[in-house]
């Protein structure tokens, strides 16, 4: 069963039935205002930050699933119905959704009434619009009532659904003309409220759920709606709501707009109000203004694709396979800016509640869309490495809104600093911006402490190694990038959460295999760095502890056929032959063949071979093997999954690039190839319904081999992977990777490609590449030449600004 299909040409995904697998969700909002919208209209807006600014109310995990969200009911005399299907259910003539580049357009039609839905946030702008079509596509005059709905939160989307004994006393509104504000808490500590506007006079309007809905009604069947009939209700506590109702009038073939706004707005302490209890409207009359006509409105979208073309443009690849290029020029980027925006903040799995920006998951993200927008990524570093601690711990978490450490999280996840030279050289590689090593940044947000970004990156390598173990390995603290893996937590008790509870890591022997990979990794391009802007001496310091690594792996971290995953509290082997369950792990093999450790001794081809063999299934890597089966308090809480699924053998998309990207570094161009496709979105839409979530991007995890149904996704948007599989396709298997001196040009491709093109923006100049592979090989070029001459090596070095170079590149 398929549930739409991709329309390319408009960087469309087309959901032709409403009822899919699970809500396919998309994202409106491109710095500040951002809102999440499904298929059908679910979903809610915030600014800034999905906790405590939370603009509408939202009900995760509800039944019926997806329950609140921007609704508009028409009730034809006959039937009640929403364009988008739910909440009514009504069956409608034709539906159709189509989620673009941060718009979403959702159509409805009914007995000759069609509604044409377009939502999407301009740039710039601290509001939501709400572009309604109403057509009549019969060929008598159509008369039907039509209400907008929306609920609002009580900002802090935590609070909102706990704190009932104080929520229900103080909800606030007011109405002027056809605009419903709501204020609550404006009248202490709040200098923002929120407006729903809507471009005409209307006939009457509802701000109080109860009245609107009906207590024992839900959003399918609200009291208002069927009636046809609004009760001009203005709420005072229990649960302000925002509906509209207009009566419309339309004759054969004629159509009309409403444009409704949903919007957030900032005073000032000293211009809160107008006059008495009566809030200060201006800002909200100029958005509202702004965007009070079609031809404004569709300005504004043309705005939104510009940006979006202007981003899709500088990385662009014809491959001759549509599946490959729309995931690459389209889906993949898109997603990746999602989670650079949101990190694992707010989705239909993450509940906006819960986490802040990750520190490794926020440098990681950068590897997917620096390109996109070098500035931004810019300020991000920054941000990120000023909640690092002196000594080079880090926050594992900040919020976004106040860009402080997240203390209820706090710190002790000792891969956390690695990712910081990760994000660092990501940027400089891309942009060419050495300066950012000058800028003085802060620890713990304390300015009084600021040093350079560069020292910061001598800190985050000091760490690792002020913090070895007996075998002169990484000590793990919490955990490493493996969250689950919690060597040093001992919980029995249910009430703790394994991810916050306090470890008492004193005498603790645990050691991570997977941080020596990466710091053997990112240590090297720490190296490269020191050598570039000449600090030689800094240099070769760290090279040898690079080489002390890499020996202390090689003696300690080999277990005969792969790479052992860690050492426990005690000092016992972890993902080691002798074990009986978690013999092999994804993350120790996929770093330490990405580092090419041992390679001369055959052991990362051994590593890769048995990753192959126990880990691969048919819907990608497995992340370990055999899967726990019961629960090990040494290991926390990679052991209470029931197996198959997330850390405890589900297929984690994220660290699948890594075995990706060993592989490339063995060569193998062709299994690297084949792990890419396994997992890739636009290379699964036949198994639409096992998948579940979104076919146009990536999942965090699909259910593993052992799990009960394998090949089913979790955790659709807000992952890694977005920007791992980004680096492993373009970076390493189509091999066109940003070096701090230009442009490297490394592919390794399936042995069967002929080749393919890649037109790429960099620092201010074009490079139309064209690798052609006459010999079927996947991996070694011959020769390149820029403009018809030849180059020595496979390094273009920089070039000139606002230039376009035709570079040839034969394997
Ligand atoms: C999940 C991890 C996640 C961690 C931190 C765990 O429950 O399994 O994937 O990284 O929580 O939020
Ligand atoms: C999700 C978390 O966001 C990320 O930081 C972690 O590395 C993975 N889960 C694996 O546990």
Known sequence: MKYGHFDDDNREYVITNPATPFPWINYLGDKDFFSLISNTAGGYSFYKDAKFRRLNRYRYNNVPMDDGGRYFYINDGDSVWNPGWKPSKTELDHYECRHGMNYTKISGEKNGIKAECLFFVPLGTWAEIQKITLSNTSNEVKKFKFFSYNEWALWNAATDMENFQRNFSTGEVEVEGSVIYHKTEYRERRNHFAYYSVNTEIDGFDTDRESFVGLYNCHANPEVVLSGKPKNTVAHGWSPIASHYKEIELQPGESTDLIFVLG????????????????????????????????????????????????????????????????????????????????????????????????????????????????????????????????????????????????????????????????????????????????????????????????????SFNHVVNNLGPNKLPLIGRADWN??????????????????????????????????????????????????????????????????????????????????????????????????????????????????????????????????????????????????????????????????????????CHNNPWIMIGETELGRGDQAYEYYTKIAPAFLEDIQELHKTEPYVYSQMIAGKDAFKPGEAKNSWLTGTAAWNYAAITQHILGIRPALQGMLIDPCIPTKWDGFKVSRKFRGYTLNIEVKNPNHISKGVKQITIDGKPIEGNLIPVLEKGKTYNVNVTL
């Open 264 to 459: 957030y707005v900032e005073n000032a302490e000293d211009d809160k109000w107008e006059s008495k209890g009566v809030i200060n409207k201006t800002k909200a009359k100029e958005v509202i203004a702004k965007f009070n006509t079609t031809a404004k409105v569709e300005a504004a979208l043309s705005e939104l694709r510009a940006y979006w073309d202007d981003i899709l443009d500088r990385f662009i690849i014809d491959s001759g396979d549509e599946r490959l290029d729309r995931q690459v020029n389209i889906w993949n980027q898109y997603q990746c800016m999602i989670t650079f925006n949101f990190s694992r903040s707010a989705s239909y799995f993450e509940s906006g509640i819960g986490r802040g920006m990750g520190f490794r998951d926020s440098n990681q993200d950068l590897i997917g869309f620096v390109h996109q927008a070098p500035e931004r990524a810019r300020q991000r570093v920054i941000d990120i490495a000023s909640t690092q601690f002196p000594d080079g711990g880090c926050y594992h978490q900040y919020q976004p809104l106040t860009k402080g450490g997240n203390n209820e999280v706090g710190g002790g996840f000792n891969d956390d600093p690695m990712w910081l030279i990760l994000g660092v050289t990501s940027y400089i590689k891309e942009s060419g911006d050495f300066s950012i090593l000058d800028e003085m940044v802060p620890f713990d947000n304390d300015e009084s402490l600021a040093q350079t970004m560069f020292n910061h990156l001598t800190i």
């Open 483 to 652: 969250d689950c893996l919690n060597l040093n937590c001992f919980s029995m008790n249910p009430n703790e959460s394994f991810q916050t509870t306090e470890n008492n890591s004193e005498g603790s022997k645990a050691e991570s295999l997977m941080i020596a990979g990466l710091f053997v990794y990112y240590g090297r391009e720490y190296i490269d760095l020191c050598k570039v802007i000449g600090k030689e001496e800094e240099a070769a310091r760290a090279q040898q502890e690079v080489d002390n690594m890499v020996e202390a792996i090689k003696q300690n971290g080999w277990d005969g056929e792969w790479f052992l995953r860690a050492y426990d509290f005690y000092g016992n082997k972890i993902g080691s032959n002798e074990n009986e369950e978690g013999k092999i792990f994804i993350e120790s093999n996929g770093f330490c063949t990405m580092a090419k450790i041992g390679d001369d001794e055959g052991m990362c081809e051994k590593a890769l071979d048995a990753v192959k063999e126990r880990l691969d299934t048919k819907y990608g890597i497995v992340l370990n093997n055999p899967a726990y089966t019961t629960y090990r308090i040494e290991m926390g809480e990679i052991s209470t999954y029931p197996p198959g699924y997330k850390e405890n053998a589900g297929i984690f």
